[in-house]
């Protein structure tokens, strides 16, 4: 596709289920994040994936939180028995791998509730 | 630790008033500095990025930022605002290390412009 895309777009959950989160990165992306935007919060790096080395998960914040990625496709994230904290809009985010920096193309983002 | 802080968090304006949204990052590493906007209902997309070279950078839609190392920021600025530039809008360092390539985001500020 044109852009990174991610579903479900929205995510309504009870206290305690586990959901899980789906991002398709832009196609010859080879790095692929998440981020975490809470309510009237700026975004919080989660995990970032780099081709075949070994993830930065240094944002995750509790181990209910797991990532994983296939290759240099799509990225699963994962949040084991929610806690209303959890609520927020997950984006994910991918970029080429490029000399010099790289801009990060975002997509629409999953809004989870966890009630 | 790295961060990002955008001193104004709600701006108000006229249309055609002119807007400075401040940014100061703390950061020892060599930057990549970024700012990106969110239009109501859409997801982030990038305004302008400075990398390396003329510290003052242009972006889409008459946005300009001047990255100033001695005082470590990154202000964004418009000359005359229209309303469809209400949004919110984020400032980011890319912190980048031998494992990562984050991007460490501020607030935000909200800009609502007014006809």
């Known amino acids: 596709g044109a852009g990174v895309s991610q579903s479900p777009s929205n995510k309504v959950t009870e206290k305690g289920k586990d959901v899980e989160l789906r991002c398709d990165p832009i196609?010859?992306?080879?790095?692929l994040y998440w981020y975490r935007q809470r309510l009237g919060q700026g975004l919080e790096f989660l995990i970032y994936?780099?081709?075949?080395?070994?993830?930065?998960k240094s944002g995750l914040p509790s181990d209910r939180f797991s990532a994983e990625r296939t290759g240099e496709s799509v990225s699963t994230l994962t949040i084991q028995r929610t806690q209303q904290e959890d609520s927020a809009v997950y984006l994910c985010?991918?970029?080429?791998?490029?000399?010099?920096?790289?801009?990060?193309?975002f997509g629409p983002g999953t809004r989870l509730t966890v009630l | 630790a790295q961060s990002v802080s955008q001193h104004n968090h709600h701006v108000i304006l006229s249309e055609a008033a002119s807007l400075e949204l401040g940014c100061n990052y703390s950061?020892?590493?060599?930057?990549?500095l970024f700012w990106y906007v969110q239009y109501p209902g859409q997801h982030l997309q990038l305004l302008l990025k400075?990398?390396?070279?003329?510290?003052l950078v242009k972006g889409i839609k008459g946005f300009e930022a001047e990255f100033i190392k001695s005082k470590f920021s990154f202000n964004l600025r418009k000359p005359s605002v229209q309303w469809s530039d209400t949004a919110e809008y984020f400032c980011?360092?890319?912190?980048?290390?031998?494992?990562?390539?984050?991007?460490?985001f501020g607030t935000g500020t909200r800009l609502q412009v007014f006809p």
């Open positions: 985010a991918s970029s080429p791998r490029l000399a010099g920096g790289n801009e990060q193309f």
């Open positions: 196609s010859g992306h080879t790095a």
């Open positions: 994936f780099q081709g075949n080395s070994a993830p930065d």
């Open positions: 950061y020892g590493g060599t930057v990549n």
């Open positions: 400075y990398f390396s070279g003329d510290p």
């Open positions: 980011a360092v890319n912190a980048k290390s031998y494992n990562t390539d984050k991007l460490i």
